[in-house]
């Protein structure tokens, strides 16, 4: 079974930028995946930042971008704030109606 | 788009329990919806998706043959039944608005439901 993988964690200082990976156990992500990316603050539900490889949800600042970078799907955060450290999700469509989610980056800003 | 998901609980091993989700804000039956679970401490697993016409559905392994996916076009209204339930099912339930069909993405998430398996 083809297991999405995330970067378990990783950190940012205050203004930089980072950008967090979406791949594939076995295999290259493409926008045939329509990967998406999901936010998640402690005790919240997720919340929606990019869906469709690069579509920005309505109300998501344009810090947040969504691309294919060589075999993954990446989501880049630009100027770093605070309130983005969070657990961000990606999910990857597998065909057959089935979509799987990654594990989760755990986002430090500090 | 409002989604509010109601019918969560505790539960014996073995027992059933119906999640509904009603939604609002936009036309339901133009839309593919989902249910996504997390488990305490967890990271977020897709469960099921429904069509907008309600004629297809698929379901991840951990469930399928064990939970049943369904829509209410008449109410706008989204429904998990959930039989034979384990304690491994314990999470919180998440209704969740696709971007179309069942091949886009999530779009729009509720608040979520709390349900336990346990004796």
């Known amino acids: 079974q083809t297991v999405v993988t995330q970067e378990p964690s990783f950190s940012v200082s205050p203004g930089g930028t980072v950008t967090l990976t979406c791949g594939l156990s076995?295999?290259?992500?493409?926008?045939?995946?329509?990967p998406s990316w999901y936010q998640q603050t402690p005790g919240q539900a997720p919340r929606t930042l990019i869906y469709n490889t690069n579509t920005r949800s309505s109300g998501v600042p344009d810090r947040f971008s969504g691309s294919i970078l060589g075999n993954k799907a990446a989501l880049t955060i630009t100027g770093a704030q605070a309130d983005d450290e969070s657990d961000y999700y990606c999910?990857?469509?597998?065909?057959?109606?089935?979509?799987?989610f990654g594990g989760g980056t755990k986002l430090t800003v500090l | 788009v409002q989604l509010l998901e109601s019918g969560g609980g505790l539960v014996q091993p073995g027992g059933s329990l119906r999640l509904s989700c009603a939604a609002s804000?936009?036309?339901?039956?133009?839309?593919?919806m989902s249910w996504v679970r997390q488990a305490p401490g967890k990271g977020l697993e897709w469960i099921s998706v429904i069509s907008g016409s309600g004629g297809t559905t698929y379901y991840a392994d951990s469930v399928n043959g064990r939970f049943t996916i369904s829509r209410d076009t008449s109410k706008s209204t989204l429904y998990l039944q959930m039989n034979s339930l384990r304690a491994e099912d314990t999470a919180i339930y998440y209704c969740?608005?696709?971007?179309?069909?069942?091949?886009?993405?999530?779009?729009?998430w509720g608040q979520g439901t709390l349900v336990t398996v346990s004796s």
């Open positions: 076995s295999g290259s992500v493409s926008t045939s995946y329509y």
């Open positions: 804000g936009f036309t339901f039956s133009s839309y593919a």
């Open positions: 969740a608005k696709g971007a179309g069909a069942v091949t886009r993405p999530v779009d729009y």
């Open positions: 999910v990857l469509y597998m065909g057959n109606g089935i979509w799987v």
